[in-house]
């Protein structure tokens, strides 16, 4: 059982650049959301999706996009990277209910020059 | 709005002692729940322990518990028989019906041999 699984672990970007950062889970998950965790900062919430085409914004969604085409895969696209976006992403899924806890892909760690 | 505070950046103690992790949050949601994540150097979040808010009784996995006081909204993490492998960053968490989760900025904990 996979989990949640995303692509790639590391990417290094030219400030302008655009991409796409992959996640895609296996366990029917309604869920799925992108966060970013930056140093002193914990976790925060950039976008979300409650099904698939269903989508919506987070806490810090400015520079990102996002779609649900599929109830298995949520990507997070950069279209014009910037130094700010330099981070950790992570890509968490879970059940519809409020009482599951998400689990959470193994990170992204994007570095934008 | 929804904010989870961790007031310990860094804590530290003995293999075998037992260590306590403070966590407070403000919501004014009636039903939520609550989690501990646990982020080891490898980066992956795993899931700890979580509470709902609707149950008194305080939760408890293994060497892990909680003491969860709705009315201060403190939500604070006991470990017992500290191991090597607890060494970790610690994150307070908060969810709501929207499913979404509220990070806290984490604490480093050390585990010393």
């Known amino acids: 059982n996979a989990g949640v699984t995303q692509t790639p672990k590391f990417q290094v970007l030219k400030t302008g650049q655009s991409m796409t950062l992959q996640c895609a889970q296996d366990m029917n998950h309604e869920y799925m959301s992108w966060y970013r965790q930056d140093p002193g900062m914990g976790l925060r919430l950039i976008h979300y999706?409650?099904?698939?085409?269903?989508?919506d914004q987070g806490e810090v969604p400015n520079g990102y996009n996002v779609s649900r085409s599929t109830t298995e895969d949520f990507p997070l696209r950069l279209l014009s990277a910037a130094p700010s976006q330099t981070s950790v992403y992570f890509c968490a899924s879970s059940g519809q209910a409020s009482n599951q806890p998400q689990h959470f892909g193994d990170g992204t760690r994007l570095s934008i020059l | 709005a929804q904010t989870v505070t961790q007031s310990q950046p860094e804590m530290s103690v003995q293999e075998a002692e037992t260590v306590t992790l403070s966590c407070t949050y403000d919501?004014?949601?009636?039903?939520?729940?609550l989690f501990w994540y646990k982020q080891p150097p490898s980066r992956q979040m795993i899931l700890v322990i979580r509470q709902e808010a609707y149950k008194q009784q305080n939760a408890t996995e293994n060497r892990f518990s909680v003491n969860f006081q709705k009315a201060a909204k403190s939500f604070s993490l006991k470990i017992s028989d500290s191991q090597l492998g607890d060494t970790a960053m610690y994150f307070c968490?908060?969810?709501?019906?929207?499913?979404?989760?509220?990070f806290g900025t984490g604490t480093r904990l050390t585990v010393i041999p």
């Open positions: 919501t004014s949601e009636s039903n939520y729940y």
């Open positions: 968490a908060f969810k709501t019906g929207a499913n979404n989760l509220f």
């Open positions: 999706s409650v099904g698939a085409g269903i989508t």
